[in-house]
Each structure stands twice: as C-alpha cells, then as structure tokens.
C-alpha cells in the first residue's frame, strides 16, 4: 500500500519525537516510524535515564524548545526533579534531571497523540525511495508487509543514519566501548526510597562503559561498531554477560534476595554508531565557535562554561535531496560528536529538523534549498535562540 504525508519521521528516539511533535503541532501530516513499540529510543527502550543538561552550568539556560519540554515529560508521571538552585549564582547543580524511563513513555505517548502524530510502531524504516538524487518516502516492513510511505521530507533520527546511508549519503562510522545500563533492585535502595517517602532511589542502575577505560570492562581496548546484525549480537551478549558475573560476585555476598536485575535495556546501547557527513560538520574544539547557520545551543555537560552552536548543515545530508538528519546522526565529529549525541541536544536537533520540515512543505520546496536564515527567522520568533548572542551579552568563561 501507499500511505501519503507531509512529513516521514524515520526513529522515535528524542530526536524524531521532538521532529514529529514540532511537524504535527504546526499542521503537517506527520507519520513517525519506529521499530520497536516504545517512543524515547535510547533514553527509554535503552534505559538512559539521565536527561543531560539544558544549562551551561554557570546558571544559565542554553537549550529551550521542545528540549526544555521533554525534560519536563520526563519527570510528569515521577519519580525525579529538576535541583532547585540550577539558576543561583554560583549555580547549585544544573538544569538537568534523572527519571523513569517507562515514566517517560507513557507522557511521550501522550503528546505524541495529542499532537496527531500518526505513529508506525514496531515498523522498520528499511530504504529510501529515491528519485534520482531526490528522497521522495520510505519503504517500511510491519506485521501488514511491505509499504510504502510518500512525503516531500523524510527525516532520518534512526541514531544510526540508516535512511541516508541507504540512500548512499557518505557517512562516518563510530567506535564503541562496551556498555550496558541497567535497573538494579537493592534492598538498601527499596529502605532509602521509604525513608525518603520518594522513589527515586528506585531508579538505581548497574552502569559501566563510560567514555573513559572501565574496571569492569576487560575488553576495554576492544571497539565495537555497529555494522552488521553480529556485531549488535556480540555487543548485546558480552554486555548482559558483564552484568552476569556482576551478579555472581554480589549474590555471593548479599544473597539473591537482596540484589538483582530488574530491568534491561532492548536497545544495544552504542554511543555513535554512523553519522551522516553534512554541509557542515561541527568539529572537536569548536566550542564558542560562532557559524553564521547556528540553529540552536547545546552545552557540554562534561564542562561549565562550554556551549556549542550547531549549525543548520549539520542536519543536511551531502548527496541526498529532501531528507534531513535529526540526533545522534547529524553531522559532528571526534569530540563534537559527544556534544551533540546526547538527549538534549537530539531533542534539539530533532525540533530544528521539524522547524525546516515545516518551512519546505508551506513554500512546496525542499529543506535543502532552505535558507538558513528563514530558519533562524523562525526559530527566534518561537522563542529559541540560535546562536551565543541570543544568549550571552558577553560569551562564557
Ligand atoms: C551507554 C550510554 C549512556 C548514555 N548516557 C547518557 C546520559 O547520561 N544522558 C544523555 O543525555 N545521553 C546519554 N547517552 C546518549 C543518548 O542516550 C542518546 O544518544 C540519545 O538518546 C539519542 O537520541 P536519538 O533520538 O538521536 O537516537 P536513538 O535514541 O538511538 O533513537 C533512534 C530510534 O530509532 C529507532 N530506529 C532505528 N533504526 C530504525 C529503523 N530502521 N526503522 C525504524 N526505527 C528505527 C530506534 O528503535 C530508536 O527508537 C548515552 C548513550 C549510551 C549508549
């Protein structure tokens, strides 16, 4: 069958619901395609239950629109809040907040719904449908068969650039260290949260594999990428094997009664897997860095004071026409690349690609022949700035 839309949203991670909400909300037909039943992608389906922060921890805000909004979805139906004293100078904590991911489910639903946002769950996004150089929809495989879904913009948020690198889009392929999160019962958390009155010691995790070499990882020099289905399969097993003898070592101690596993992640969680190669590409060292296309801010959560523009190219794919990449696929390397991965910034980036979605549909053109500037014109008439002068009269130390 042929289904025709405005708008194909290819992912329901942060970055394609905030493009679906934005496309939905201003009054294009909008289909969101994802493969599994969960909207939230990584920071649900993958258990990343930390929503980095929208400040630039000096106590001012850098990231508004519907990022600002979904940490707040995030929090709706509990546990967890923002730290009061984000804001102080000197700032105590930042904008940011740890939640539930099943929690945050259930609002995202909401709003997906709310929005009229026609959502394709447990549909695989599988290729493009090209006309010459030109996206013109997606082929998608569900328990009804093969479809196809028509629209003059798709935009790629699968995480792993999988529409545009099927639509032979150069891409950059990224490395992974092992990782794995996972909610973790303890009896010592169950007493903290009734000591409490509040659950948020519930949403303890079993974590390892951060961006630096990890104890627990033996395999540490070992990269993993994400290529081919035994790449996810050997990621997957050797990361629940890690949390296996985890378990071993801690029951042997505390019994099984006392400390277990309660939720996994059903997404193999790899960092940066493939990224488009853009019309820009934001670049390591480039914090501070003013581009004459910058549609949004996105902070380092790793150093106050640190605050990105990411420009609008960043979105467009080279060697591809009325496709637009949104999240963790856009177009941003070596250290850059940790920047703009990460919730806010994908929720980020998933607006603006809803934003530019909207301007081609209402002028019948493409999001590549777009002015940066009409964006940016929009953008600021919403209410979120492009770039550091929006922000800061005098740009952060
Ligand atoms: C171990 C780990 C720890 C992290 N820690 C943090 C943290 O503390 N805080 C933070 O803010 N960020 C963190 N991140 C990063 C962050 O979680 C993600 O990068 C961010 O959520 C990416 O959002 P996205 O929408 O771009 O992509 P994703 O979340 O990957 O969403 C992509 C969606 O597309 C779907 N999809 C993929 N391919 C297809 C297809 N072909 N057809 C249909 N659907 C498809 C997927 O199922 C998924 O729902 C972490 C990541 C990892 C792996």
């Not at 990224?174 to 990782?179: A, E, R, V, Y």
Request: charged fraction near 20%; include cysteine; proline fraction near 5%.
């Amino acid at each position: 069958m042929d289904y025709r839309y405005d708008v194909i949203i290819c992912g329901a991670g942060v970055a394609g619901v905030a493009a679906a909400l934005e496309c939905a909300r201003g009054g294009l037909a909008t289909a969101l395609v994802e493969k599994t039943i969960l909207p939230g992608g990584l920071a649900t389906s993958g258990l990343v239950n930390i929503y980095l922060p929208l400040c630039d921890g000096q106590g001012t805000q850098v990231t508004f629109g519907l990022a600002e909004e979904l940490l707040h979805l995030a929090l709706k139906y509990g546990p967890g809040d923002i730290p009061a004293g984000w804001n102080a100078r000197p700032p105590a904590g930042r904008l940011q907040a740890a939640f539930s991911p099943a929690s945050f489910v259930l609002a995202l639903d909401e709003a997906l719904q709310g929005a009229g946002v026609t959502l394709w769950l447990d549909t695989l996004a599988c290729t493009p449908l090209p006309d010459g150089d030109r996206v013109t929809g997606v082929a998608v495989e569900s328990k009804g068969g093969r479809d196809r879904l028509l629209a003059p913009v798709t935009i790629d948020a699968t995480g792993d650039a999988d529409i545009a690198a099927r639509a032979g889009v150069p891409c950059e392929v990224g490395t992974n260290i092992l990782s794995l999160w996972a909610l973790a019962a303890t009896l010592d958390a169950a007493r903290q949260a009734i000591d409490a009155g509040d659950g948020t010691a519930l949403l303890t995790l079993f974590a390892f594999g951060g961006d630096a070499v990890d104890p627990h990882v033996e395999s540490a020099e070992r990269t993993w990428t994400l290529e081919r289905a035994a790449d996810v399969t050997a990621f997957a097993l050797a990361a629940r094997a890690v949390l296996r003898e985890h378990y071993q070592a801690a029951q042997a101690q505390v019994g099984r009664r006392n400390s277990f596993p309660l939720t996994l992640p059903t997404m193999a969680q790899y960092r940066m897997t493939r990224r488009i190669h853009g019309r820009a590409t934001l670049r390591a060292g480039q914090a501070g860095r003013r581009h004459a296309d910058a549609v949004g801010l996105a902070a380092d959560w790793r150093a106050a004071g640190s605050v990105w523009e990411i420009p609008y190219g960043a979105l467009l794919p080279t060697g591809a026409r009325g496709l637009l990449a949104a999240g963790r696929c856009i177009s941003a390397t070596g250290d850059a690349w940790h920047v703009t991965r990460v919730i806010p910034a994908a929720a980020l980036t998933g607006q603006v690609a809803g934003v530019a979605a909207r301007l081609a549909v209402a002028r019948r053109g493409l999001p590549d022949a777009l002015e940066a500037a009409a964006v940016q014109e929009e953008l600021r008439r919403m209410g979120i700035p492009c770039g550091l002068a929006d922000v800061y009269s005098a740009p952060p130390r």
